[in-house]
């Protein structure tokens, strides 16, 4: 069979390729080459070829093509930081909740993440860089991405072994197929890809219609009652970008049924996140408009565009970790942080006063 000449010849090769690949963040079949590189091999040992060092071997180049190209990433996180977590985010279909989720998983497990993220859809993808971001060490990174790549490969060529003849009865039929077999395939892929595309779609169009934008916000800052500011970013994102909005409170959308349990459902609430498009803050907003509440919006652009319109920002020193879960925290907070005094046409001193007060690139995100 041409499959198994084609991995006989070029496994290694073709292993390496696309792990490496997938690493990178290319749409690559990494975990179904593995798959099949684990049939050939086990039916070459069937009919009188070795079985254990060929997987060895295939398991060693696996695990170099990964941790090669899941380095890329980490140190791109490591100079980079939070900037590196926004470029590699847009190379995934689920971009909008994959960057909190990898966090929250960080903040729990730290470096040992690794050990099993190449087994959530996503999660890789973003934990690498953000692995360089947190300040990880190379030594540990690279032994934890190492076991974990390790693993992962084990688990696909096992799969391979176990299912070696189901797999070539199936190659035999796709080769009887020929063509055709290859235009099923590409037509499911065009519809999945199609449906993800029209899903983001329909969200983006439902989040343009209930958003709140920086100038709209600051503007309400002088009137009366002052409206609840939420920052819904995970403390791990508030490690990477210790600044927020004046006046906002640090609330997580897992605790939704607390605050709205306590909060006046009159009282006009503002969203914001670190997400791509608020997509999490638009989530947070729908639940609570659901519940209630009559005038719950996202911030159009979150702290990046509260910084890009020029406006003051705080460092988290000034406010600490006060988590929002009832009224009086919020006329607590409304006394000790006032809010700011500065028009956006002030945006070029805005820029100074971001740089003097540590932030690396003044009101440029």
């Known amino acids: 069979m041409l499959l198994h000449q084609l991995v006989d010849r070029f496994g290694p090769a073709i292993v390496f390729i696309n792990v490496m690949g997938s690493a990178l ?4 079949p990494a975990m179904p ?11 070459m040992a069937v009919n009188g070829g070795a079985f ?16 090669l190209g899941d380095l890329v990433w ?6 980079y930081g939070d900037k590196t977590l926004k470029t590699i985010c847009k190379l995934s279909l689920s971009r909008d909740t994959c960057v909190k989720k990898t966090e929250r998983f960080f903040g729990r497990w730290g470096v040992r993440v690794l050990l099993v993220a190449k087994f959530i859809p996503g999660l890789s993808l973003v934990s690498v860089p953000l692995a360089g971001a947190m300040g990880v060490k190379l030594r540990s990174f690279i032994a934890h991405d190492g076991a974990g790549i390790a693993l992962w490969s084990a688990v696909g060529l096992t799969i391979g072994v176990i299912f070696a003849a189901q797999l070539e009865m199936v190659f035999a039929m796709i080769s009887q197929l020929g063509r055709q077999a290859v235009m099923v395939l590409a037509v499911l892929l065009a519809i999945y890809v199609t449906y993800r595309w029209w899903r983001r779609r329909a969200l983006m169009a439902t ?26 970013r995970s403390p791990e994102k508030r490690m990477l970008d210790p600044f927020t909005i004046p006046g906002s409170l640090f609330a997580d959308e897992r605790d939704l049924a607390k605050i709205i349990e306590n909060y006046d459902k009159s009282r006009k609430v503002v969203i914001y996140c670190s997400c791509p498009n608020e997509v999490s803050a638009a989530w947070m907003a729908k639940t609570m408009r659901n519940a209630g509440f009559r005038d719950v919006v996202p911030l159009t652009g979150g702290l990046d565009a509260w910084r890009l319109a020029g406006f003051d920002v705080a460092t988290l020193t000034e406010f600490g970790e006060l988590v929002a ?3 009086e925290e919020v006329a607590e907070m409304a006394a000790m942080c006032p809010w700011p005094v500065k028009s956006a046409a002030a945006s070029s001193a805005g820029s100074a006063s971001l740089h003097e007060a540590g932030f690396p690139h003044g009101d440029r995100a």
């Open 25 to 28: 963040g290319l749409p690559v």
């Open 33 to 43: 080459t593995m798959i099949i590189v684990g049939a050939s091999v086990a039916l």
């Open 52 to 67: 254990w060092p060929p997987l060895l071997g295939v398991l060693c180049v696996a695990v170099a093509g990964g941790v």
């Open 74 to 79: 980490f140190q791109g996180g490591r100079r």
């Open 207 to 232: 989040l343009e219609k209930a958003r709140i934008s920086v100038d709209e916000l600051y503007a309400m800052m002088n009137d009366q009652p002052l409206p609840v500011i939420f920052d819904i």
């Open 325 to 327: 879960t009832t009224p």
